[in-house]
């Protein structure tokens, strides 16, 4: 058996206890009500020499201690409760980074602790120089006494030992902080009742850890704020560490080493079902369990509803269907019996000659009447005989595929429009056989498509459209232009230049001749009309033009041919000579 020292668990003296405590303390000795919410290990010892002569009482509220007495705090700091599942803090799954750091959990520095020194793996208390081997995230390490402060993580608290005895030591703040979990107690050790299971949504719920709103996030690690918070499963409410917004929560060391878990659910548009997720080497896994899905005949229940076989009314009516060796035939779903569904189709059965489509092909005692005339009905008759009605009307086939259309007239396939064998080539002849179809032949001869070059042939040889080049010299497409000769050339239509006559379409040239492919050589024409009262000019479009002399009505004149007679001035008047008078001679 192991000794008491090494199974006993501590008890330890939550900080609201040794709060009450003092605060007890202060009443019997002063008479006052003062109490100092903030008050430590310090604080409290102010009080404590005041009570040596009355140590049975002392003795009293330290017994008093060793109990259960975290109380879960049921208003915050609104008096309003909040579900976690639709709060914020729906990412309650968070990470533990700021609290599982080895190095900052211990002493400080990076130096590895020896055996039995605080931070060491242990298993027994035996193992620890303190005599105290501890929960933290990352498993059980020894402990060690304290005053007051302790590494970063680690609270100096008051546990007792095996003699009654109060002793402190650093105890770790988080162990189970952000854990996956089940009930609160998952969340508590050493008789704690503070710390909260809170359900997250279908992820499962996982631990918080006690704080007080009033300090803001000073009693919660790094990465976690202080809220308060109600559990969606159990609407306990309390002030809880819970990770800031957007983080998530992975597996601690001692969450793997324990396989910790947590229920979860798996909801889809059939149900939601129960599932674990569980914490392994990988991290916590996805939930663990059934995957809801539409009820169907089995026996089970599909989609988690507590009932096995209850088929969604929206699905009674739908099609189903009979089948074996002789055919398939359909119905309608009508609900299940014995884990079976149930549908309306007949079981196909044989055909016989009864007036009906036993197998569900469609077809009334089809074959046992077949006279093989597609222009005729079969059927059979009340007594066993068979009825043939011929057909008028229908399309058949009357073995020549030659025939386009075939169509049934009274009970005989006539053959209609015989088939078009035409394939548009014009170097192929063509043909239709009875029993082959078209057919089509090469043509050796005759003319085929135009490849619109004047220099080539179009003609058929093997089959085959060909354009052999015509002689050299032949006239090919006159483009229209006087000033080039239009003939074929290795095959091709040349416009070669030549030195005709041409018009220039210019009334002031003479002589227009063709130079390299245009109307460009010509001589101008010369116009003069012999009148001195006109200006002789050329317009392309008019040819020859004889203005007035802009000179005539400047007040002087354009002199012009004398008419032999001094008493006239001979001068322009507009294109014409005027001879003007010249006053007082004679």
Same mark, same amino acid.
């Given at each position: 058996?192991?000794?008491?020292?090494?199974?006993?668990?501590?008890?330890?003296?939550?900080?609201?206890?040794?709060?009450?405590?003092?605060?007890?303390?202060?009443?019997?000795?002063?008479?006052?009500?003062?109490?100092?919410?903030?008050?430590?290990?310090?604080?409290?010892?102010?009080?404590?020499?005041?009570?040596?002569?009355?140590?049975?009482?002392?003795?009293?509220?330290?017994? +008093?201690?060793?109990?259960?007495?975290?109380?879960?705090?049921?208003?915050?700091? =609104?008096?309003?409760?909040?579900?976690?599942?639709?709060?914020?803090?729906?990412?309650? *799954? +968070?990470?533990?980074?700021?609290?599982?750091?080895?190095?900052?959990?211990?002493?400080?520095?990076?130096?590895?602790?020896?055996?039995?020194?605080?931070?060491?793996?242990?298993?027994?208390?035996?193992?620890?120089?303190?005599?105290?081997?501890?929960?933290?995230?990352?498993?059980?390490?020894?402990?060690?006494?304290?005053?007051?402060?302790?590494?970063?993580?680690?609270?100096?608290?008051?546990?007792?030992?095996?003699?009654?005895?109060?002793?402190?030591?650093?105890?770790?703040?988080?162990?189970?902080?952000?854990? @996956?979990?089940?009930?609160?107690?998952?969340? %508590?050790?050493?008789?704690?009742?503070? %710390?909260?299971?809170?359900?997250?949504?279908?992820?499962?719920?996982?631990?918080?850890?006690?704080?007080?709103?009033?300090?803001?996030?000073?009693?919660?690690?790094?990465?976690?704020?202080?809220?308060?918070?109600?559990?969606?499963?159990?609407?306990?409410?309390?002030?809880?560490?819970?990770?800031?917004?957007?983080?998530?929560?992975?597996?601690?060391?001692?969450?793997?080493?324990?396989?910790?878990?947590?229920?979860?659910?798996?909801?889809?548009?059939?149900?939601?079902?129960?599932?674990?997720?569980?914490?392994?080497?990988?991290?916590?896994?996805?939930?663990?369990?059934?995957?809801?899905?539409?009820?169907?005949?089995?026996? &089970?229940? #599909?989609?988690?509803?507590?009932?096995? #076989?209850?088929?969604?009314?929206?699905?009674?009516?739908?099609?189903?269907?009979?089948?074996?060796?002789?055919?398939?035939?359909?119905?309608?779903?009508?609900?299940?019996?014995?884990?079976?569904?149930?549908?309306?189709?007949?079981?196909?059965?044989?055909?016989?000659?009864?007036?009906?489509?036993?197998?569900?092909?469609?077809?009334?005692?089809?074959?046992?009447?077949?006279?093989?005339?597609?222009?005729?009905?079969?059927?059979?008759?009340?007594?066993?005989?068979?009825?043939?009605?011929?057909?008028?009307?229908?399309?058949?086939?009357?073995?020549?595929?030659?025939?386009?259309?075939?169509?049934?007239?009274?009970?005989?396939?006539?053959?209609?429009?015989?088939?078009?064998?035409?394939?548009?080539?014009?170097?192929?002849?063509?043909?239709?056989?009875?029993?082959?179809?078209?057919?089509?032949?090469?043509?050796?001869?005759?003319?085929?498509?135009?490849?619109?070059?004047?220099?080539?042939? =179009?003609?058929?040889? %093997?089959?085959?459209?060909?354009?052999?080049?015509?002689?050299?010299?032949?006239?090919?497409?006159?483009?229209?232009?006087?000033?080039?000769?239009?003939?074929?050339?290795?095959? #091709?239509?040349?416009?070669?230049?030549? +030195?005709?006559?041409?018009?220039?379409?210019?009334?002031?040239?003479?002589?227009?001749?063709?130079?390299?492919?245009?109307?460009?050589?010509? &001589?101008?024409?010369?116009?003069?009309?012999?009148?001195?009262?006109?200006?002789?000019?050329?317009?392309? +479009?008019?040819?020859?033009?004889?203005? @007035?002399?802009?000179?005539?009505?400047?007040?002087?004149?354009?002199?012009? @041919?004398?008419?032999? %007679?001094?008493?006239?001035?001979? *001068?322009?008047?507009?294109?014409?000579?005027?001879?003007?008078?010249?006053?007082?001679?004679?």
């Amino acid at each position: 058996m192991r000794s008491h020292k090494e199974t006993q668990l501590p008890i330890v003296l939550d900080p609201h206890l040794e709060d009450l405590f003092c605060f007890l303390v202060d009443i019997w000795l002063t008479g006052s009500e003062i109490l100092d919410t903030n008050r430590g290990t310090i604080s409290c010892a102010f009080y404590l020499w005041r009570i040596v002569m009355r140590l049975v009482f002392a003795l009293f509220f330290i017994t +008093a201690c060793s109990g259960e007495s975290d109380v879960s705090v049921q208003g915050g700091a =609104d008096g309003h409760s909040i579900d976690v599942s639709t709060d914020a803090h729906d990412a309650l *799954i +968070a990470t533990q980074a700021d609290t599982t750091n080895e190095t900052d959990l211990f002493d400080g520095s990076a130096r590895a602790p020896d055996p039995g020194e605080f931070g060491y793996p242990c298993i027994k208390n035996a193992e620890c120089n303190a005599g105290y081997c501890i929960e933290t995230p990352n498993g059980s390490v020894c402990s060690k006494t304290c005053s007051s402060d302790c590494p970063n993580g680690f609270k100096c608290s008051g546990v007792s030992n095996s003699s009654t005895d109060i002793v402190f030591i650093c105890l770790s703040m988080f162990n189970r902080l952000c854990d @996956p979990c089940k009930e609160h107690k998952d969340c %508590n050790e050493m008789n704690k009742i503070g %710390n909260l299971c809170l359900r997250v949504g279908n992820s499962g719920s996982f631990c918080g850890a006690q704080c007080f709103i009033s300090n803001g996030d000073a009693d919660c690690p790094n990465g976690y704020t202080c809220q308060f918070l109600t559990d969606a499963k159990t609407k306990v409410s309390g002030e809880q560490c819970v990770p800031k917004s957007g983080a998530t929560c992975s597996c601690s060391k001692r969450a793997t080493q324990l396989a910790l878990s947590t229920d979860c659910t798996n909801k889809n548009v059939f149900g939601v079902c129960s599932g674990s997720r569980v914490c392994k080497p990988e991290g916590l896994t996805n939930c663990i369990g059934q995957i809801p899905e539409s009820e169907s005949c089995n026996k &089970l229940d #599909d989609n988690c509803d507590g009932e096995t #076989d209850n088929i969604d009314a929206s699905a009674i009516g739908a099609g189903c269907k009979q089948s074996n060796e002789f055919g398939t035939c359909l119905g309608m779903f009508t609900g299940c019996e014995k884990g079976q569904p149930l549908c309306s189709a007949v079981k196909p059965e044989p055909e016989v000659c009864n007036g009906k489509d036993d197998n569900c092909n469609g077809k009334t005692d089809d074959g046992l009447c077949d006279d093989g005339n597609v222009c005729t009905t079969d059927q059979c008759n009340t007594d066993g005989s068979c009825k043939h009605t011929k057909l008028t009307g229908p399309l058949c086939d009357d073995g020549n595929v030659c025939t386009a259309v075939s169509e049934c007239a009274a009970g005989v396939c006539k053959g209609g429009t015989t088939l078009d064998c035409d394939d548009k080539d014009a170097c192929s002849t063509d043909w239709c056989d009875p029993f082959t179809g078209c057919n089509h032949k090469p043509a050796s001869d005759g003319a085929c498509l135009d490849d619109g070059n004047a220099c080539t042939q =179009d003609v058929c040889a %093997n089959g085959k459209c060909t354009h052999p080049k015509v002689k050299d010299g032949n006239a090919c497409l006159d483009e229209g232009n006087v000033c080039t000769k239009d003939v074929c050339d290795n095959g #091709d239509c040349s416009h070669i230049a030549n +030195a005709s006559p041409c018009n220039d379409d210019n009334q002031c040239t003479l002589n227009d001749t063709c130079k390299d492919k245009t109307c460009s050589v010509s &001589l101008p024409k010369v116009c003069n009309d012999g009148n001195a009262c006109t200006i002789d000019g050329c317009e392309p +479009a008019k040819g020859c033009v004889f203005k @007035p002399n802009p000179f005539s009505n400047d007040g002087t004149g354009v002199p012009c @041919p004398e008419d032999g %007679n001094a008493c006239t001035n001979d *001068i322009c008047k507009g294109a014409v000579c005027a001879h003007v008078p010249i006053p007082g001679c004679n």
